[in-house]
């Protein structure tokens, strides 16, 4: 795991004058069918549909300079994170494509699936710090464009009418307003854990600071740590005192419910990340918005204030007949006017330099770069079964099982897959 580099990411706002960057995650529906694609058309495959108006935008911008039609593949998260690499081969869809960071773009690099994209002159505006996740074997495959901070949203309306001056630096200070914030009788946490794409974004922030090392979560799958460890099971049991602040039905609830809970001003924080912040805004929010992660350590112990991420990479399909308009459509998106378009637009800081944030939201949510954040230890995992069992031991202990039992259960199945 790296630390979020302050001064590289305050270099990306610098260019057009103003400071902030972030990115990713679910949408509903599907846009087209294989059968749909015609050979006029370059297909552009994601999971993001409340990105679609804005790259609709983008699309007609880049039709009036380029004899080329782009449609949207679009899947919701979880069937993308399960099925993109099967749809992808052979290039019935995602001639241009997006992958999760981590175990999805690393299956599909080693599939073959991803165009080298080392040298191509638009990779030069994008901070090359940023984008390391997109490279593996030395070539860059891919090219992550969004930034996230994968770190509870904050209704800061009700933090505040919890007395809360600055936010909590320790755990117990944490649950203290927790406390508080259900005494006002609104949920004090919003959390999709019947979700599985998003359950498991808490987990980021209370891993980051109990565990070792910074590569610990992902030493679970290699058998050098168990989620048996201590370590580990202090945050079980850090979710088993979250409990009483979670939402009825906390394990049952999907990602919109939980949106739409916090948007609703019934929950103080949701804890998923700001990839949220315009579906937030979509559903009629005006409150304030910023960021507060749990701090699961002693003030004195905590190496970090929150999480980011660097995903949504975009690449572009080996197997496609169209790889020259796919290249174009990248470059297209690399140019800070059009990634501007975008970061502002969906409320989304992005990876390109020299873009300039008017979106209040965006402006807002700048002091987080001069903040000490660590790189989403969740991503880590490359075997999705063994990240599915990690993340299922935290969702059964917060439905009232005991960390221990959730521990030995889940190592079993983990023990299991690495076999």
Known sequence: MTT?????????????????????????????????????????????????????????????????????????????????????RGAAIGDAFTAFRG?????????????????????QNYEPSLITAGATGGKQLGVPYQLVFNTPLANTD?????????APKDWQGFLALADKLKSQGVAPIAWPGGDAANAGQLLNVLVVNNAPADDALGKIETGEHKVTDDWFLTVLKQYAELRPYFQDNATGTGSDAALALFAQGKAALLATGSFQVAGVRKLGATFPIDLLAPITTTADKARYEGVFNATFILGVNAASSKKDAAQSWLAHLSDPAVAGVYANGTAQHVTVKGVE??????????????????????????????RGAVENATVQVAGGKSPEQAAEEAQKVIDQKKK
């Open 103 to 123: 175990a999805q773009f690393l299956d599909i690099a080693k599939a073959g699936v991803s165009t080298d994209l080392t040298g191509q002159s638009w990779l």
């Open 357 to 386: 944030y008017t979106n209040a939201d965006l402006k807002a949510l700048a002091p987080w770069l001069t903040k000490k954040t660590a790189l989403a230890p969740r991503f880590q995992f490359t075997n999705l079964d063994v």
């Open 4 to 88: 979020y580099n302050r001064r590289d990411l305050l270099r990306l706002a610098a260019g057009a004058g103003a400071a902030s960057v972030l990115a990713a995650c679910a949408g509903p529906g599907g846009d087209s069918s294989p059968s749909s694609k015609s050979s006029s058309e370059l297909s552009f495959a994601h999971w993001r549909a409340e990105d679609k108006a804005v790259f609709e935008q983008i699309v007609a911008d880049f039709q009036k300079s380029k004899n080329i039609t782009v449609k949207q593949d679009i899947s919701p998260s979880n069937d993308y994170q399960s099925t993109a690499l099967q749809k992808l």
């Open 158 to 166: 009700l933090i505040g009418k919890a007395g809360l001056g600055e």
